[in-house]
């Protein structure tokens, strides 16, 4: 079956840095897109990033500039870099195969002093 397993999330200060790592199996990874997206408590679920399996890319406008969507697809790995992290980027962070057909457990980053 298709699976996805994130990593990387924690805990960092205002203006910090971290990865995201989704790794997925269960599916031909290079033929389909991938996202992020994120979930604030007591908030709706939201895109955060997108890269298609022609390594389109497509952010929300409250992370362009700050965080960069990338894919290994030796590795079938999609990667979230998050810099200059932000108190409101606080979130559980959910990895997206298949634009929605599939998704991961997430992973909780917490941006706080």
């Known amino acids: 079956q298709v699976q996805l397993v994130e990593s990387g999330g924690g805990l960092v200060q205002p203006g910090g840095s971290l990865r995201l790592s989704c790794a997925v199996s269960g599916i031909t990874f290079n033929l389909i897109n991938m996202g992020w997206y994120r979930q604030a408590p007591g908030k709706q679920r939201e895109l955060v990033a997108q890269?298609?399996?022609?390594?389109?890319?497509n952010y929300a406008d409250s992370v362009k500039g700050r965080f960069t969507i990338s894919r290994d697809n030796a590795k079938n790995t999609v990667y979230l870099q998050m810099n200059s992290l932000k108190p409101e980027d606080t979130a559980v962070y959910f990895c997206s195969a298949n634009s929605g057909a599939y998704w991961g457990q997430g992973t909780q980053v917490t941006v706080s002093s």
């Open positions: 890269i298609t399996r022609v390594f389109t890319t």
